[in-house]
């Protein structure tokens, strides 16, 4: 059976990118429609997760949902987290704050809750959601979609001369827009799965181990991270290599699962009394970086969010970014009509394009410093520097970490300014025993005639 439709906007994809999207879009006075291939999650718990790794909200992203009112009700699902613990082998904890001080902190969420409180937001608000509608085809050129009913069964059609692909990773709108030609388009897979474990509350329904940490054990080529939740579990995320003595391939037993958690992470397994369950129970994830351009076509479709640039996890900040896609999607609106999608989809890319490629390459960066350099001292005293510099010239120099997790400087020049840091920071640990020693007014002259005329230049001011 096959029927065929009409909606002056489709999205397709209500996750968390297409929920907020569809909320801001409604708000705009557009009538949308989101196609979403799962069941309505909201009713099916079963259904709700997806990847389920938790997220950070940061900065960026409460910025997008204080457009449409729902950052209140987002950070009400949120646990407070402001800085890392990190795990030695030998079982002692190394705390490293996040930014400057208590202030400046992210905010632990899980996916699935925040996905079910944006698709209410947005159908309160006047969007339609249509679920178990998977799209097999797609004419991106033409607005016109081609959607199985996983629901009711059969196929059916969608023309819409306004098409958004919040689709995520795997979009079928930009594999459609690839093979259209005049597309360019990379991947890198990752060499690293990941598996998610779970650290339960406490007897009295508190956590086991400090809430307000994003916990870290560092071992190399090996990781294990833990987020908090607000029902005082934390979801553990494993990352291992696919193959070698520690991958994935080889634990193919609960014997050697127990084995790899007592030789590098030891007090890691009284947290996770379900571990050799778990990990078998629970699905292996792959991780990688895509980047393609353009993202549209003409001003009929338009990628957004992960659909546009899926990223690696490492600094919590694809959520972020796809929430900042609609965010400057909607200043774009502003600038040119509501009409104007010509204008508005090309102006995005234009914009959007760079800093998400610089937001890959520091996740991909962040990934090496976290699971191999975090509990270095050479690390530990260069992030003691860097903290001193943050406290008593906060107006000259903020690390690269706090530009991308606490303001809206645009990611590409956050990239570019912590070269410049990373150059300076060498220079100032050459020879330093203790943060305590570095000789502040010498680093203030360097960080003045080197950093200052490059944030000067690009309009850039660290009071935030």
Known sequence: MSAKFQDPVAIVGGGLVGALLAALLVRRGHAVTVYERRPDFREHAASAGGRSINLVLT??????????????????????????????????????????????????????????????????RGARFRFGARLVGADPWAGRLTFEDEIAGGTFEVESPVVFAADGAGSVLRDAMRAGGGFEESFEKLSHGYKELTIPPASDGGFLAAADALHIWPRGALMLMALPNLDGTFTATLYLPWEGEHGFAALTAPEKVEGLFREQFP????????????????????????????????????????????????????????????????????????????????????LRKPNADAIADMALENFVEMRDRVGDARFVLRKSVEHR???????AYRSRYSMVMYSHIPFRLAYEAGRLQHELLDEFCDGLGRAEDLDLAAARRAIDERLTPFLEGHGISLDY
């Not at 950070?75 to 996040?98: K, S």
């Not at 996770?272 to 792959?286: A, Q, V, Y």
């Not at 510099?389 to 107006?395: G, I």
């Open 267 to 350: 007090d890691a397994v009284a947290l996770i009394p379900r571990l050799t369950e778990e990990f078998f129970d629970h699905p292996t994830g792959s991780l990688g970086t895509l980047r393609c351009a353009p993202y549209h076509v003409g001003g009929r479709a338009l990628l957004i969010g992960d659909a546009a640039h899926p990223i690696v996890p490492f600094f919590g900040q694809g959520m972020n970014t796809g929430f900042e896609d609609c965010r400057v999607l909607d200043d774009l609106l502003d600038a040119h009509g509501d009409e104007a999608w010509d204008r508005v989809f090309a102006e995005f890319t234009r």
């Open 389 to 395: 510099l943050e406290q008593n010239m906060p107006k």
């Open 59 to 124: 900065r960026r992203g409460i910025r997008a949902l204080e457009r449409v009112g729902l950052a209140e009700g987002a950070m009400a699902l949120t646990v407070r987290v402001i800085g890392r613990m990190v795990h030695a082998l030998d079982g002692r904890l190394v705390f490293q704050p996040y930014g400057r001080d208590a202030t400046e902190c992210n905010h632990s969420i899980s996916r699935s809750g925040l996905n079910r409180f944006l698709v209410d937001a947005a159908g309160q």
